[in-house]
């Protein structure tokens, strides 16, 4: 019923290319073009080293997009609200397919960043640099979709709802600040065990360094003599938050109310 | 019928400042109009029917023992994607059921069929209105409720506004208006009044024109309005002014 029409809607989202591809795409030419030109990088270690900027670059597109799906909650919320009472559309329906169509649509961009990847290493070192284990990188977009959407509904609706939300934009960019924070974290420090695994985000750019080299990361991704990382408890810990958050939002959204807006013109 | 009960809803975040307390109403009849001044409560009542605003109390609506559904031309509940107008009526069609022929059909009359590849949130307010109406009325709903549907449209589409609203004579629907002439056209089941939250009625529109307002409650009144800051009364066939002399509910409290 809505997978298609959610599909093509965040596909022609303006911000989604703006922050979810262009904004991306901008890092991975200063890491490929600008950061890479001041010393060499070993050859056996650049596989390595498009790893980490494709890992990085990931969690960073699929949280814009849970930017972009804040929004698209919020200004629906009166519309869903009236449909769950009033149409055969039911909460669960409506939350399994649009989070179907979050994953999927995330399985394109990150599909699209991963080509990029390989071209920019090509222009640069003449490798066209891709993942060791594709289907497994495909893999982890989907679910990257699934948690980030999960998140943002989830985070929307309870400010909305209970706490009286009158603006959106701080709410919306909790996912950017998650990814960019926890993404640059992993990249240069070790972070206490129960804060590494005991968050989403960390475990899923492990896994996808994992997924580029078929290695296990390093704790500390710039640093490949740091402890290597335990990743059973990474992916164990990617399935409990992925539970986590699509009972908190099938929850959330089953209790919807429309937001106070009264004009909400998009672009 | 639409049942009412104890209905409360209160103003954002501001305690003990409601925008209804303690509504209790039965909508039995098939038609209904609801007439009132702006901020009277009479879209937050339409809303809380809808379920899109959180409201304390209890709303029961059955027709032929199940459960009713609601259409509406209140645009808000159409902004499930920023879409055109074209791709939003045939989803919710989809979804809810209804004639997606009817919705081009009314568009077409209002000669409108310009913003049918027009976006959702681009519309103007008077284009949105008429998306509303069409919506409201193509869908397959038990009732429809109708928000102000001539507001905001130039005056040759106000009346066709007023002929489509005709045609809902085999509909259900609850309609609020501030427009006294427009309850004179539709002739309802019922009508009432509502002012400052409260509501007053249902009376028969036979007797529109037998109405008349007061300041003081002289002989036998059917109804003591509460305005801002002065009762009224309603009273049969004497008192001050004669309900039809105005035409809007605004003009009878003076800016209260």
């Not at chain 2, 809902?168 to 629907?173: A, L, T």
């Not at chain 2, 309850?183 to 509502?194: A, C, E, S, T």
């Amino acid at each position: 019923m809505i997978f298609t029409p959610n599909l093509r809607s965040i596909l022609k989202s303006r911000p989604i290319w703006l922050w979810g591809i262009s904004f991306v795409v901008f890092w991975l030419f200063m890491g490929v073009f600008v950061f890479a030109s001041d010393y060499s990088i070993p050859k056996n270690m650049l596989h390595e080293y498009a790893g980490v900027w494709f890992a990085l670059d990931s969690i960073i597109s699929v949280s814009a997009i849970g930017v972009t799906m804040s929004y698209s909650i919020y200004f629906s919320s009166n519309s869903l609200a009236y449909l769950f009472r009033n149409s055969k559309m039911s909460p669960l329906r409506y939350y399994l397919e649009t989070m179907a169509s979050a994953g999927v649509a995330f399985v394109i961009l990150g599909s699209i960043l991963m080509l990029i990847t390989g071209i920019f290493f090509y222009i640069k070192f003449h490798i066209f640099e891709l993942p060791n284990l594709i289907a497994y990188s495909i893999v982890l977009f989907f679910i990257s979709g699934i948690i980030f959407y999960s998140m943002a509904a989830t985070l929307v609706i309870v400010f909305n709802n209970w706490l009286g939300l009158r603006n959106i934009n701080f709410i919306s960019f909790i996912s950017l600040f998650l990814g960019m924070g926890f993404g640059y974290t992993a990249l240069y420090s070790k972070l206490p065990s129960n804060i590494m695994y005991g968050n989403f985000i960390t475990p899923l750019e492990y896994l996808y360094v994992y997924s580029f080299d078929s290695k296990t990361p390093t704790s500390v991704l710039v640093n490949p003599y740091s402890e290597p990382i335990k990743l059973n408890l990474a992916i164990l810990s990617i399935f409990i938050w992925t539970i986590i958050l699509m009972l908190l939002a099938i929850f959330t959204i089953k209790n919807i109310k429309g937001s106070y807006i009264e004009e909400a013109r998009m672009t | 019928m639409i049942r009412v009960e104890n209905l409360t809803v209160s103003k954002s975040r501001k305690k003990n400042q409601y925008i209804l307390s303690n509504l209790s109403i039965n909508f039995e009849d098939p038609k209904n109009v609801i007439i009132g001044p702006n901020g009277s409560g009479k879209t937050t009542l339409l809303k809380a029917i809808l379920g899109i605003i959180k409201y304390n109390g209890e709303i029961k609506c059955y027709f032929e023992g199940k459960k009713c559904n609601f259409a509406t031309n209140l645009d808000l509940v159409y902004r499930l994607y920023n879409d055109s107008v074209n791709n939003i009526s045939k989803l919710y069609i989809n979804m809810i059921g209804g004639d997606y022929n009817q919705f081009k059909n009314i568009i077409e009359t209002f000669k409108m069929t310009r913003i049918l590849d027009t976006k959702i949130y681009k519309l103007s307010t008077g284009e949105t209105k008429i998306f509303g109406l069409a919506m409201a009325y193509s869908l397959n709903a038990d009732y429809i409720l109708i928000d102000e549907p001539t507001e905001n449209l130039d005056p040759s589409r106000r009346e066709l506004a007023e002929r489509l609203i005709e045609q809902f004579v085999s509909k259900r629907y609850l309609l609020v208006t501030h427009d006294l002439k427009l309850l004179k056209k539709l002739r309802p089941n019922r009508f009432f009044i509502m002012i400052s939250g409260k509501i007053y009625g249902g009376f028969d529109p036979s007797i529109f024109d037998r109405l008349f307002i007061s300041r003081e409650g002289k002989g036998n009144y059917i109804a003591e309005i509460q305005g801002g800051f002065s009762k009224y009364y309603l009273s049969l066939d004497s008192g001050d002014f004669p309900l039809s002399s105005f035409s809007s509910i605004e003009e009878i409290l003076g800016g209260e």
